[in-house]
């Protein structure tokens, strides 16, 4: 990389994929283990890790070739785009790892997955709702923990996905339904803290997570497993838009902090 690039140190670069090495080498003895907690605390040690080599390889690739882009790669904005984008996938990956448990009769998996998911704390939801707390304020950032954690959103899946596990479609177009509902819920209380987002579009990208998270869940509850791998690249690719949205709207409302 280094001799591509001789804005990325060598010994910067090894040590970040050292650091790769040996944070996934610790989720692969936790699975080898079958210790399931240890499995995702170390699995969102080392998915985050990656961010700071992110970062690394995109600072240094502007500095190269900063005429191909408007913004340094480091400033406040991209930090917080980039941070929104890591959370969002990291959301989409944990629980399709759940919901993969969940079918596959995977007990211990599931409870894990769910933890790392939407635990009170040590989790991709506290991590989430403290993003925005951070920017917006506490206050906001409480009432967003609360609408990133009602009923109607990720209870939604769960509970889809124990229709599917029974074929119940009745019961499984409840849970789209009331996923639905949330999607608009959630754009007119992201329209109430920060106007730049409008209602409609917030609306329509959370209709698209769940449409597209609902697609994995087909695919893994009717065990193909190469289509729910691919369902779920788009899934967590999905939430790219998402966060570019809340990034931009967030720059815009609070310049003074970008």
């Keep these: 990389m280094n001799s591509v690039n001789d804005n990325l140190p060598a010994d910067a670069v090894t040590e970040g994929v050292e650091t790769h ?16 907690e240890a499995v995702y ?25 900063p005429d191909d882009f408007d913004s340094e ?12 984008t890591s959370l969002l996938q990291e959301h989409v990956y944990l629980a399709a790892s759940a919901t993969g448990g969940a079918l596959g009769g995977r007990t211990e998996q599931f409870e894990a997955a769910a933890a790392a998911l939407n635990g009170p704390s040590n989790s991709n939801t506290a991590d989430l709702s403290a993003a925005v707390g951070s920017v917006y304020g506490e206050e906001v950032g409480n009432a967003f923990d609360g609408l ?19 074929g119940d479609e009745a019961a499984q177009q409840a849970a789209v339904d009331d996923a639905l509902a949330y999607a608009a819920t959630f754009g007119e209380t992201m329209n109430s803290v920060n106007e730049n987002l409008p209602v409609d579009a917030v609306t ?3 209709e698209t997570h769940i449409t597209t998270f609902k697609a994995v869940i087909d695919a893994q509850g009717g065990g ?18 998402l966060a570019n949205a809340i990034a931009e709207a967030t720059v815009q409302k609070f310049p003074e902090s970008f």
Excluded at 21 to 36: E, N, R, S, W
Excluded at 73 to 83: F, K, Q, V
Excluded at 235 to 240: E, F, G, L, Y
């Design 224 to 241: 193909r497993a190469t289509e729910a791998a691919t369902s779920l690249r788009e899934a967590a690719a999905h939430m790219n838009n």
């Design 41 to 65: 605390q170390g699995l969102r040690e080392a998915y985050h890790h990656m961010d700071g080599l992110a970062a690394t390889i995109a600072g240094a690739t502007v500095a190269k070739f």
């Design 73 to 84: 790669a480091d400033s406040p904005a991209s930090d917080l785009r980039a941070g929104l």
């Design 21 to 36: 090495i040996t944070t996934l080498k610790a989720v692969i003895d936790a699975q080898a283990a079958g210790d399931q």
């Design 148 to 166: 990133w954690r009602s009923d109607d959103h990720i209870p939604a899946f769960v509970r889809y996905t124990q229709a599917v596990a029974a």
């Design 204 to 206: 329509a990208g959370v």
